[in-house]
């Protein structure tokens, strides 16, 4: 019998500029599985309305060769026979692309195996899946951890939103109620302004999660009445990425103790609406703090879309025009000893360091 052996880094604080660089020298040569959907699977219960397809899937191939460690690709029905079976190669890390699924405890699949052969699996644990793809719980809990939620709405009432219970990608999203729609899901009260999107990465500097610069949509039309649905973003209307370099510290606070909760332990992801009661949005907005009062919980996404041109990326790289932000020593050091980085290497850095550390 094979015995998997967990990963072991010794912790550090990065304060001084090859202290960065000796971690990062350390995470070479692991093995990573990169687990994904073979979109012509036929089992029952492993349905999906949404498959990552090959450009996401190659920026996590590009992201592992990034820090100098080994791939090993393999689809979900495969990854499972060689669990049981003891076949699988040593392997220090997992990925995990078992995304979309109708079913949500197959969703859950692959980190349950992991958590069964203590593997560290990114981005994060079947809990984790559970609780944050199911939007009445992750509602409930952050209407329980003093976030706002737009209150829930009769069937009468046909001025609200409605979201299916575990899609995502928005898809299923409409305005006001309709009996052909599914019961399970969430109806609403709407709120009108912008959406914004929150990244949650861990930070090796403060040795815990914190926020990347929250990005604001804001729609060409300006209506405080849009919604980024499966629709809207199809037929190429377009938006702008605004970030919002002043975050209140409450709302900082919040939004992390919120998301350890889940637990967040590498990387996640937020999606509220921030209200406004102007007839015409403004980019000015971003002007000031992203303030607690104005913010209305959506939805939290533990296993986001790491894609060129998406919002983590547009974060990512607008970090760097603020050097007073909590991820700007990080990200300026990676991009100083990684020839060619990505946020999907910086991602996949932090991650590693993140589960090494823990207690998995």
Known sequence: MRILK???INWFIVKQNDTFEQILNSLRGKTIAVVYIFEKDDALGFTHYW?????IIS??????????????ILDVRTFMQKASNYSLPHLDFVINLNCGSTELSSMSLVPSICSFLSIPCIPCNAVSIVAGENKKISNLLAHAMNLKIPKILETTNNKGIYRPLNLGSSIGIKRGYFNNLSKDGIYQEFIPGYDIT??????PNIEDIDLFLPILYLPNSLDPDWIYNDEEKMSNNGLTYLPFHKVEEKTRKELINFSRVFPIQTFGRIDARVKSDDKILSAN??????ELKD???????PMPTIEEDGSFEFSFNAILSNENHCFYYCIKKYREIIEKPTVNGFLLSCSMISLSTAKY
């Open 295 to 301: 913010l209305y919980f959506i939805e939290i996404n």
């Open 59 to 72: 920026g996590w191939l590009n992201a592992i060769q990034e820090l100098n460690c080994v791939p090993f």
């Open 198 to 203: 929150i990244p949650i990465v861990y930070n």
């Open 6 to 8: 967990k990963p072991i």
């Open 285 to 290: 907005i971003i002007e000031k703090p992203l």
């Open 51 to 55: 498959v990552w397809k090959s450009d």
